[in-house]
């Protein structure tokens, strides 16, 4: 439990898009946490679950803590870096358990899944990319090492295609062949194992794009698959 005194302007600034998406996407059903901004090892942004994190003269509330970061990119990245963490407070608030680890991704609650540029095997991820030191510091060591850190040995036990088995939602899997930090075998490889299973799953691959979708008509195809599939899914 930490103390709230004040705000500085940037904070003011995030508080007023906490507001606008609040009201946008989520009737505004969202009580405003706490919005902070420091240094977020490993992360772009982060909601805290419990309640009483911050307390000030008004009450105790959650936290989103937006990465300092964060804030030297572009505004519709910290927009969707905001909204990501409003998810998760939404789904906090609602039981829903929407977070990866212990294969929770699966479990019946949702009727379809997107993965964009998503990482599907992390040990083969962990070589299988132009910028290793990254992976090295993400997951915290290699997966062949014997006496690894136990931050490590949980990312790998927790990887997604170690859980194959237990998948049950379709999903929509899309990728860039030019994004060399998260290749397309990693989409390819969640798309094939979801049909290997008998799980509805579509794969959209782009040739000519990275972690990004920048062409214009390529944007489009985009847009139209993400909302066909949620339409397909979600309207039944």
Known sequence: MKQLTSYNRVAGYLNKLFDLLNQHF????????????????????????RDDTWVSTVGATHEINIGAGTLARPIEFI????????CHYYCQLHGIKDTSRGNTYHNKR???????DGAFNLESMYTDTEEAWFSN??????????????NAKKTYENSPHKFVDKWDTPI???HG???????????MGAFNAARMRGIP???????DENHWVLKPQNG????????GWLDKWLKK
Request: aromatic share 18%; net charge negative; charged share 20%.
């Open 137 to 150: 510091w993400e997951y915290d060591d290699a997966y062949w090492n014997k006496d690894q850190s136990a």
């Open 172 to 174: 929509l899997c899309i």
């Open 79 to 86: 927009c969707a870096d905001l909204l990501h963490e409003m």
């Open 177 to 187: 062949e030019k994004d060399y930090r998260i290749n397309a075998n990693q989409g």
């Open 26 to 49: 989520f009737e505004n059903e969202l009580a405003r946490p706490t919005l902070t901004i420091q240094s977020t090892p490993k992360a772009y942004a982060h909601f805290s679950v």
């Open 220 to 227: 489009v195809l985009w847009q139209r698959t993400f909302f």
């Open 110 to 116: 949702f009727k379809a899944f997107l993965a964009h």
């Open 201 to 207: 799953a579509e794969l959209l691959i782009y040739p």
